[in-house]
């Protein structure tokens, strides 16, 4: 696991696991989530809304990167950026409910 | 600022479509203790504890509809600072299980949400954040203030037993 990344365990060692069905709910690839299987995936947290997501080692697109913050933002907050340039990280969301600034959380994208 | 575990022993979800009521003792909810305390979930661990298969889509999501008049925790359930030398907080966060007014799951598809899928018949799921990567809650109202460990629709949901592990500052 890499510094920024977060870890995801889904253990079906002692358990039925789920169906090809279930797992479709994941969006994960369901042989993974048979009887008998043990994941272990990073996450990624983003930078400007805290979405968490499970990293795709298959991705071959970009992930969407915030050069002011320096750090992984999501799709969602990557389109925004790309939009208008704002960077508004979600520590500055807190400082600003925290000092007054804004009476609710204040995203750089809308929600 | 220290971090605390708010666990709920041998639970059953049920499973509830979003924005709709949860039923008391069917989820686990987490409230700021103020309108500006910050609070990042750093861990979320549930543990299946049912007899016979029951594949449960449990989710830590925002609330849109945030739990009011919430009832203290009993026993077995607990929410305590995983240091003992822990001073109390000035304005503790809200754990609960069961509410007056029921906490609503978000359906809003730009809010944050953490799926956990798993078997409840010996499934086992963690989630742990890197330093500075946690889930955030932000105040206590809709819809960041809020977050539930509920069942989605689906499923035959089976008993589990879980822990958040968080720190509210």
Request: charged share 15%.
């Given at each position: 696991?890499?510094?920024?990344?977060?870890?995801?365990?889904?253990?079906?060692?002692?358990?039925?696991?789920?169906?090809?069905?279930?797992?479709?709910?994941?969006?994960?690839?369901?042989?993974?989530?048979?009887?008998?299987?043990?994941?272990?995936?990073?996450?990624?947290?983003?930078?400007?809304?805290?979405?968490?997501?499970?990293?795709?080692?298959?991705?071959?697109?970009?992930?969407?990167?915030?050069?002011?913050?320096?750090?992984?933002?999501?799709?969602?907050?990557?389109?925004?950026?790309?939009?208008?340039?704002?960077?508004?990280?979600?520590?500055?969301?807190?400082?600003?409910?925290?000092?007054?600034?804004?009476?609710?959380?204040?995203?750089?994208?809308?929600? | 600022?220290?971090?605390?575990?708010?666990?709920?022993?041998?639970?059953?979800?049920?499973?509830?479509?979003?924005?709709?009521?949860l039923?008391?003792?069917?989820?686990?909810a987490?409230?700021?203790?103020?309108?500006?305390?910050?609070?990042?979930?750093?861990?979320?661990?549930?543990?299946?504890?049912?007899?016979?298969?029951?594949?449960?889509?449990?989710?830590?999501?925002?609330d849109?509809?945030?739990m009011?008049?919430?009832?203290?925790?009993?026993?077995?359930?607990?929410?305590?600072?995983?240091?003992?030398?822990?001073?109390?907080?000035?304005?503790?966060?809200?754990?609960?299980?069961?509410?007056?007014?029921a906490p609503?799951?978000?359906?809003?598809?730009?809010?944050?949400?953490?799926?956990?899928?798993?078997?409840?018949?010996?499934?086992?799921?963690?989630?742990?954040?890197?330093?500075?990567?946690?889930?955030?809650?932000?105040?206590?109202?809709?819809?960041?203030?809020?977050?539930s460990?509920?069942?989605?629709?689906?499923?035959?949901?089976?008993?589990?037993?879980?822990?958040?592990?968080?720190?509210?500052?």
């Open positions: 696991m890499k510094q920024r990344e977060g870890y995801l365990q889904i253990d079906h060692r002692s358990s039925p696991g789920l169906t090809e069905q279930q797992a479709e709910t994941t969006r994960l690839p369901p042989q993974l989530l048979r009887e008998g299987k043990m994941l272990e995936l990073a996450t990624l947290t983003c930078s400007h809304c805290k979405t968490v997501q499970i990293k795709n080692p298959l991705r071959t697109r970009e992930r969407a990167h915030c050069p002011e913050c320096d750090h992984y933002i999501c799709d969602l907050c990557g389109i925004a950026y790309r939009q208008t340039s704002v960077c508004r990280p979600w520590a500055q969301v807190v400082e600003d409910v925290q000092s007054g600034r804004t009476p609710v959380p204040v995203l750089a994208r809308p929600v | 600022m220290a971090k605390r575990v708010f666990q709920a022993s041998n639970w059953t979800p049920t499973a509830t479509a979003d924005t709709t009521n039923a008391n003792a069917t989820y686990m987490l409230q700021g203790g103020s309108a500006t305390q910050n609070i990042n979930v750093n861990e979320v661990m549930i543990e299946g504890l049912a007899g016979s298969s029951s594949p449960t889509i449990l989710q830590l999501a925002r849109s509809t945030v009011a008049t919430p009832t203290a925790l009993a026993a077995p359930n607990s929410d305590g600072p995983l240091n003992p030398a822990t001073a109390a907080l000035a304005a503790a966060p809200v754990s609960a299980v069961a509410a007056g007014t609503q799951r978000a359906a809003t598809t730009t809010l944050a949400r953490l799926n956990f899928s798993l078997n409840a018949f010996g499934g086992i799921i963690r989630w742990l954040a890197a330093r500075g990567e946690e889930f955030g809650i932000l105040g206590n109202t809709a819809s960041n203030g809020e977050v460990l509920s069942a989605f629709t689906g499923g035959t949901v089976g008993a589990v037993s879980a822990h958040i592990v968080y720190e509210p500052f």
